[in-house]
């Protein structure tokens, strides 16, 4: 992937620029948002807060690690869609990790933002942060990465807005997110397109 010079957008290649000297044979995807020439990455963030109440929790008192996974994929389908503005389904999920509980009356700080897109799915990465809400610290329990995959309201596929990097960071987050796809496709024995 060629990195721009800092200050300078790029976005990434837009399947029609490829070439290609064979008639496709699936029928032609739509664009999600035909109007859209890109999405900056700044403007795919999504953000969710949450106290730990009773019911979110197991006996311990601590968070149950699959309510934590559910607002995880809000969140990051909020992000999805922010970025390609059409329905999305959750393709993949990769390993996530807890590395510390969080409290029932403790805060759960989602942040979510789009890290790479291809034709019609979008890589979202999320980070769970908890929150005392009476000291003010912050611990980091969890990073995720989801896979969403967009739709129009028939179900069929819709190629998303390319994203538009505005800085080394989105470009970073990019270019790792393009090799986490390859080793992600690689373990679901399917080919990358
Ligand atoms: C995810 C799903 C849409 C993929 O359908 P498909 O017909 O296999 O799709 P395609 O082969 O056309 O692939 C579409 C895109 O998804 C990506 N994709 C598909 N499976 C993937 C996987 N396991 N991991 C990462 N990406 C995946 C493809 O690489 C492709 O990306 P691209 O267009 O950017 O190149 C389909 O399997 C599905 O609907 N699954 C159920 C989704 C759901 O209900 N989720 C809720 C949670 S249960």
Known sequence: MSIDPPGEPSVNPSP???????????????????????RRASETEAEQHHIVMPNDANPLGTVFGGRVMEWVDIVGAISAQRHCRAPVVLAALDDMQFLHPIMVGHIAVLKARVNWVGNTSIEVGVKVTSENPLTGEL????????????????????????????TDEDRRRF???????RE?????GREET
């Open 16 to 38: 029609s620029e490829q070439p290609h000297s064979m008639a496709p044979l699936q029928p032609p995807i739509e664009d999600a948002a035909p109007e859209e020439p890109g």
């Open 184 to 188: 992600r496709l690689r373990r679901a």
């Open 139 to 166: 611990r980091q329990t969890s990073k995720a990465y989801l896979t969403y995959v967009a739709r129009n309201e028939e179900g069929r596929a819709v190629r998303v807005p390319r994203l538009i990097l505005e």
């Open 175 to 181: 270019a790792d997110g393009a090799e986490r796809r």
